[in-house]
Protein backbone atom coordinates (compact mmCIF):
# COMPACT_ATOMS: atom_id res chain seq x y z
CA UNK A 1 0.00 0.00 0.00
CA UNK A 2 2.71 2.68 1.06
CA UNK A 3 4.62 1.91 -2.71
CA UNK A 4 1.35 2.80 -4.55
CA UNK A 5 0.19 5.43 -2.48
CA UNK A 6 3.85 7.28 -3.10
CA UNK A 7 3.52 5.75 -6.68
CA UNK A 8 0.28 8.15 -7.13
CA UNK A 9 2.31 11.14 -5.20
CA UNK A 10 4.69 10.95 -8.04
CA UNK A 11 1.87 10.54 -10.90
CA UNK A 12 0.39 13.86 -8.98
CA UNK A 13 3.77 15.55 -9.27
CA UNK A 14 4.16 15.02 -12.77
CA UNK A 15 0.75 15.54 -14.12
CA UNK A 16 1.01 19.34 -12.19
CA UNK A 17 4.26 19.94 -14.13
CA UNK A 18 2.07 18.71 -17.29
CA UNK A 19 -0.72 20.73 -17.54
CA UNK A 20 0.62 24.57 -16.55
CA UNK A 21 2.23 26.18 -19.35
CA UNK A 22 -0.84 25.44 -21.73
CA UNK A 23 1.77 24.95 -24.33
CA UNK A 24 0.37 22.16 -27.21
CA UNK A 25 1.96 19.50 -27.53
CA UNK A 26 4.16 17.68 -30.15
CA UNK A 27 5.47 14.11 -31.12
CA UNK A 28 6.79 13.18 -28.03
CA UNK A 29 3.68 14.62 -25.55
CA UNK A 30 4.05 11.52 -23.67
CA UNK A 31 6.63 13.32 -21.87
CA UNK A 32 6.71 16.33 -19.62
CA UNK A 33 5.60 20.14 -20.37
CA UNK A 34 9.39 20.61 -19.82
CA UNK A 35 10.06 19.10 -23.50
CA UNK A 36 7.76 21.10 -25.08
CA UNK A 37 9.58 24.52 -25.85
CA UNK A 38 12.30 22.93 -27.57
CA UNK A 39 12.57 21.73 -30.63
CA UNK A 40 12.83 17.86 -30.33
CA UNK A 41 16.03 17.84 -33.16
CA UNK A 42 18.87 16.25 -32.27
CA UNK A 43 20.36 19.26 -33.98
CA UNK A 44 19.22 21.59 -31.76
CA UNK A 45 19.95 19.39 -28.20
CA UNK A 46 23.68 20.24 -28.71
CA UNK A 47 23.41 24.03 -28.31
CA UNK A 48 20.60 24.53 -26.04
CA UNK A 49 20.95 24.42 -22.00
CA UNK A 50 18.60 23.05 -20.37
CA UNK A 51 20.04 23.87 -16.85
CA UNK A 52 22.52 26.75 -15.57
CA UNK A 53 24.99 24.68 -14.80
CA UNK A 54 26.91 21.19 -16.39
CA UNK A 55 26.05 18.90 -14.53
CA UNK A 56 24.47 17.84 -11.01
CA UNK A 57 22.92 15.17 -8.21
CA UNK A 58 19.76 16.57 -6.21
CA UNK A 59 18.42 14.56 -3.97
CA UNK A 60 14.68 15.28 -3.18
CA UNK A 61 12.29 14.03 -0.67
CA UNK A 62 8.87 13.22 -1.54
CA UNK A 63 6.05 13.51 0.93
CA UNK A 64 2.09 12.60 1.41
CA UNK A 65 0.18 11.39 3.74
CA UNK A 66 3.05 11.09 6.62
CA UNK A 67 4.94 9.05 3.95
CA UNK A 68 8.67 9.81 2.52
CA UNK A 69 9.87 8.61 -0.82
CA UNK A 70 13.34 9.74 -1.53
CA UNK A 71 13.91 10.07 -5.61
CA UNK A 72 17.46 11.11 -6.72
CA UNK A 73 17.83 13.42 -9.99
CA UNK A 74 21.34 12.79 -12.19
CA UNK A 75 22.21 15.15 -14.82
CA UNK A 76 24.79 15.81 -17.79
CA UNK A 77 25.07 18.26 -20.97
CA UNK A 78 23.39 21.02 -19.14
CA UNK A 79 20.17 18.46 -18.45
CA UNK A 80 20.17 16.97 -21.79
CA UNK A 81 20.96 13.48 -20.16
CA UNK A 82 19.19 12.91 -17.18
CA UNK A 83 18.53 9.77 -14.97
CA UNK A 84 15.84 9.72 -12.11
CA UNK A 85 15.96 7.15 -9.29
CA UNK A 86 12.51 6.12 -7.70
CA UNK A 87 13.81 4.60 -4.10
CA UNK A 88 11.58 1.93 -1.98
CA UNK A 89 13.55 2.58 0.99
CA UNK A 90 16.80 2.36 -0.10
CA UNK A 91 15.85 0.04 -3.17
CA UNK A 92 15.85 1.81 -6.30
CA UNK A 93 11.99 0.64 -7.52
CA UNK A 94 12.22 2.15 -10.85
CA UNK A 95 14.63 4.73 -12.71
CA UNK A 96 13.64 6.88 -15.93
CA UNK A 97 16.56 7.41 -18.28
CA UNK A 98 16.88 10.33 -21.36
CA UNK A 99 20.33 9.33 -22.51
CA UNK A 100 20.21 12.30 -24.84
CA UNK A 101 18.17 10.87 -27.44
CA UNK A 102 16.11 7.93 -26.40
CA UNK A 103 13.84 7.48 -22.94
CA UNK A 104 13.69 4.15 -20.76
CA UNK A 105 11.14 3.37 -18.18
CA UNK A 106 13.85 0.68 -15.72
CA UNK A 107 12.59 -1.86 -13.23
CA UNK A 108 15.81 -2.97 -11.84
CA UNK A 109 14.02 -5.97 -10.40
CA UNK A 110 12.78 -7.45 -13.35
CA UNK A 111 15.62 -6.31 -15.31
CA UNK A 112 14.24 -4.80 -18.27
CA UNK A 113 14.02 -1.03 -19.61
CA UNK A 114 10.75 -0.26 -21.80
CA UNK A 115 11.60 2.08 -24.70
CA UNK A 116 9.07 5.64 -24.04
CA UNK A 117 9.73 7.25 -27.28
CA UNK A 118 12.49 10.30 -27.82
CA UNK A 119 13.66 12.64 -25.13
CA UNK A 120 15.73 15.31 -26.56
CA UNK A 121 15.52 17.87 -23.36
CA UNK A 122 15.96 15.46 -20.34
CA UNK A 123 12.83 13.70 -18.08
CA UNK A 124 12.69 16.47 -15.27
CA UNK A 125 10.50 19.48 -15.48
CA UNK A 126 12.55 22.96 -16.05
CA UNK A 127 11.68 25.60 -13.99
CA UNK A 128 11.42 28.54 -15.77
CA UNK A 129 8.62 31.62 -15.39
CA UNK A 130 9.04 32.69 -18.92
CA UNK A 131 7.88 29.21 -20.55
CA UNK A 132 4.36 29.92 -19.05
CA UNK A 133 1.84 31.22 -21.80
CA UNK A 134 1.50 34.95 -21.13
CA UNK A 135 -2.62 34.41 -20.72
CA UNK A 136 -1.40 32.12 -17.51
CA UNK A 137 0.73 34.66 -16.23
CA UNK A 138 -2.03 36.60 -16.35
CA UNK A 139 -4.66 34.79 -15.16
CA UNK A 140 -3.59 31.23 -12.72
CA UNK A 141 -0.18 32.58 -12.55
CA UNK A 142 1.72 34.58 -9.64
CA UNK A 143 4.79 35.46 -8.57
CA UNK A 144 5.38 34.58 -4.97
CA UNK A 145 8.69 35.51 -2.88
CA UNK A 146 11.52 33.49 -2.91
CA UNK A 147 12.31 30.38 -1.15
CA UNK A 148 15.37 28.91 0.17
CA UNK A 149 15.62 25.08 -0.79
CA UNK A 150 18.65 23.12 0.00
CA UNK A 151 20.89 26.40 0.07
CA UNK A 152 19.77 27.96 -2.67
CA UNK A 153 18.11 30.78 -3.35
CA UNK A 154 15.18 30.65 -5.32
CA UNK A 155 12.86 32.00 -7.66
CA UNK A 156 8.93 31.17 -7.32
CA UNK A 157 5.65 30.81 -8.38
CA UNK A 158 2.48 29.73 -7.80
CA UNK A 159 -0.12 27.90 -10.28
CA UNK A 160 -3.69 26.98 -10.01
CA UNK A 161 -5.35 24.57 -12.67
CA UNK A 162 -9.01 23.59 -11.61
CA UNK A 163 -9.00 22.04 -8.21
CA UNK A 164 -5.10 22.08 -8.16
CA UNK A 165 -2.89 24.37 -6.99
CA UNK A 166 1.11 24.25 -6.89
CA UNK A 167 4.15 25.88 -5.84
CA UNK A 168 7.44 25.56 -7.78
CA UNK A 169 10.42 27.11 -6.67
CA UNK A 170 13.97 26.76 -8.56
CA UNK A 171 17.82 28.09 -8.84
CA UNK A 172 19.57 28.00 -12.10
CA UNK A 173 16.23 26.59 -13.31
CA UNK A 174 17.19 23.23 -11.83
CA UNK A 175 12.88 23.00 -10.56
CA UNK A 176 13.82 21.97 -6.62
CA UNK A 177 10.60 22.27 -4.87
CA UNK A 178 6.56 21.82 -5.45
CA UNK A 179 3.91 21.41 -3.71
CA UNK A 180 0.52 20.19 -5.03
CA UNK A 181 -2.31 20.60 -3.31
CA UNK A 182 -5.86 18.75 -4.48
CA UNK A 183 -8.92 18.60 -3.00
CA UNK A 184 -7.80 15.07 -1.44
CA UNK A 185 -4.38 15.53 -1.04
CA UNK A 186 -0.82 17.57 -0.17
CA UNK A 187 2.36 16.42 -1.99
CA UNK A 188 5.73 17.91 -1.49
CA UNK A 189 8.80 17.33 -3.36
CA UNK A 190 11.74 19.11 -1.86
CA UNK A 191 15.34 18.96 -2.82
CA UNK A 192 17.47 18.19 0.62
CA UNK A 193 20.90 17.94 -1.21
CA UNK A 194 21.99 19.36 -4.40
CA UNK A 195 25.76 18.64 -5.87
CA UNK A 196 26.94 20.82 -8.47
CA UNK A 197 28.91 20.23 -11.63
CA UNK A 198 29.14 16.55 -10.07
CA UNK A 199 31.61 13.54 -11.75
CA UNK A 200 28.54 11.73 -13.48
CA UNK A 201 30.23 8.27 -15.35
CA UNK A 202 28.76 7.91 -18.97
CA UNK A 203 27.12 4.96 -17.99
CA UNK A 204 24.78 6.27 -15.61
CA UNK A 205 23.12 7.79 -18.65
CA UNK A 206 23.14 3.87 -20.43
CA UNK A 207 20.90 1.38 -19.99
CA UNK A 208 22.33 -0.89 -17.62
CA UNK A 209 24.09 -4.32 -19.09
CA UNK A 210 22.11 -7.33 -19.43
CA UNK A 211 18.92 -5.57 -19.24
CA UNK A 212 16.42 -6.44 -21.58
CA UNK A 213 15.03 -3.01 -24.07
CA UNK A 214 11.19 -4.39 -24.56
CA UNK A 215 9.53 -1.30 -26.86
CA UNK A 216 6.27 -1.70 -25.60
CA UNK A 217 4.92 -0.03 -22.35
CA UNK A 218 3.93 -1.29 -19.18
Not at 172 to 181: A, D, E, F, H, S
Amino acid sequence: MRTIILTLSISIISLSCGNKTNVSSDEESKQSVSTNEISSSPESSSTIKKYGIKSGIVTYEIDMMDMTEKMILYFDDYGMKEVEEEYDGEHIKKLTLCDGKDMYNIIPEDKAAYASGSCYRGIAYRFDWNEISEEDQNTRAKKIPNMTVAGKDCEAFSYDMDATSTIYAGWNYICLYQKTKTQSMEVVKKAIDIKENAEIPATKFQVPAGFEIKKSGF
